[in-house]
């Protein structure tokens, strides 16, 4: 009996993710799956069922990319082919303050700094799936600025939109979009007072621009709770909400999340 592999997502292109559904022939210890490059976390549903989340980076090439699939038993491995497809990403205009266009030397040094510890924090998960149920929306308005925008800072062209932007006002309750440990509380020079939550197996939120942090690094959180209020701190045209997923250390948008993590 061969493996089973269903695919599920919004749409095969970058940004975006793709969440596996895997029928083992019977029980298996392990099972390692490698997506893009890179090894990806999967966990058991039932005693033959398991699951995996595969996110396509922003910067991911368009073409066939090959999920591999080890059960590590004779003939309990599989190979399903994703076919990316090229997707065009809107541009931004935006005015802000020049300091966070053209960063001063000490700024220079302080923004690398950081930017290695995010990369840091993305490379270490917890071993096991610390999230549980649906995710859910940290604050109650619509997604206002689109994930993977190519944004324009003061007529200079700078990296794509990392994230999805939600228009709220200052002091909105933020919650957690679900379970997990806080692994990231405090400031950053492009985002502001930063919140990151690990969720586990790889998968890890951002939320950035806050005005108030309610929680400390280390701290366990459930889903739906208070962890902060909305603010404008950091790269900001006004008070809202910017929330970034990462998936494996792919950048993919937060509301492809929401609809497929349930």
């Known amino acids: 009996m061969p493996i089973g592999v269903e695919v599920e997502a919004r749409a095969i292109h970058p940004g975006e993710l793709v969440v596996l559904t895997i029928a083992l022939p019977g029980p298996a210890v392990r099972l390692d799956v490698s997506a893009f490059g890179h090894p990806v976390a999967a966990f058991r549903v039932d005693h033959r069922t398991w699951r995996a989340l595969v996110g396509i980076d922003l910067a991911a090439s368009a073409g066939a990319h090959d999920i591999v699939i080890d059960a590590h038993k004779e003939g309990w491995h599989a190979t399903k082919r994703l076919q990316v497809l090229p997707h065009h990403f809107p541009s931004r205009s935006l005015s802000v303050d020049g300091a966070f266009v053209n960063p001063s030397p000490e700024n220079e040094i302080r923004i690398e700094r950081e930017a290695r510890e995010l990369q840091a924090v993305w490379r270490v998960s917890a071993p096991d799936r610390l999230w549980s149920g649906p995710f859910v929306r940290p604050v109650p308005g619509e997604a206002n600025g ?10 200079q062209p700078r990296a794509p939109h990392g994230g999805a932007d939600f228009l709220s006002g200052a002091g909105t309750p933020i919650r957690a979009p679900n379970a997990g440990r806080i692994v990231l509380a405090r400031s950053l020079y492009f985002t ?6 690990d969720h586990g197996l790889g998968l890890f939120s951002l939320l950035a621009h806050l005005s108030v942090v309610d929680v400390g690094e280390g701290d366990t959180i459930a889903a ?7 603010g404008a701190t950091g790269r900001v045209t006004g008070p809202h909400l910017h929330w970034a997923v990462r998936v494996n250390d792919a950048r993919v948008d937060p509301l492809s ?3 497929l993590v349930r």
């Open 192 to 197: 502001g007072n930063t919140i990151v939550i």
């Open 257 to 259: 999340v929401l609809a």
């Open 146 to 155: 689109r994930f993977g925008t190519r944004s324009v800072f003061n007529g």
């Open 224 to 230: 739906g709770q208070v962890v902060g209020q909305v």
